[in-house]
């Protein structure tokens, strides 16, 4: 038997001829090696055994194989649009978009649940005028307490992790070097 294979269209007219010759399901299901259930769902989608069609069969399984896949959620031209504003005018993050959509969905059907799903509409050029070098900051933001918050980036091309210690050195003209401590 046949597996995950769609018929051709050769196959869908072999299983007209042998209607009209009178063979049954299971005849046409052994002949062509597919299941009689396949053979029935085949006929059932395009119309009594009697009416069967090869070539109106072949162009609705082409039609709906088109149809497949996911759709992605940020080819709405409108919604990108109103992201990468988000994005450039009032320097949003993805993950802060994604927390503003789900309060309120500005009157899309379909918005996005996760960033990820932003950054990767991002890389596929979706997003009008936003690459994820847009995202790469140059400076860190200093919080209560002291604690200075790098950007991730930096931590990234630093190879840095949880737990790894940094030294610092403050030079003459008071600018900060950040190193790595190796163990």
Known sequence: MVKYKYMNLEQRIKIKEMLDAEHGI???????GYSHVTI????ERCGLPEEYNPYYAQSLCEKNLKKRGRIDKLSDVELAKYISDLILKEHLSPEKIVALLKKDSRGFPNVPHSAKTIYSAIDKGLIPNVTREIFLKD???????????????????????????????????????YKKVDK
């Open 26 to 32: 299971s005849e046409i299901a052994n002949e062509l």
């Open 139 to 177: 400076a860190s933001t200093v919080f209560s307490g002291g604690q200075v918050c790098i950007p991730k980036w930096v931590l990234d091309k630093l190879n840095i992790k949880d737990g790894d210690e940094l030294s610092l050195e403050v030079t003459k003209d008071n600018e900060i070097i």
């Open 40 to 43: 029935y769902k085949e006929l």
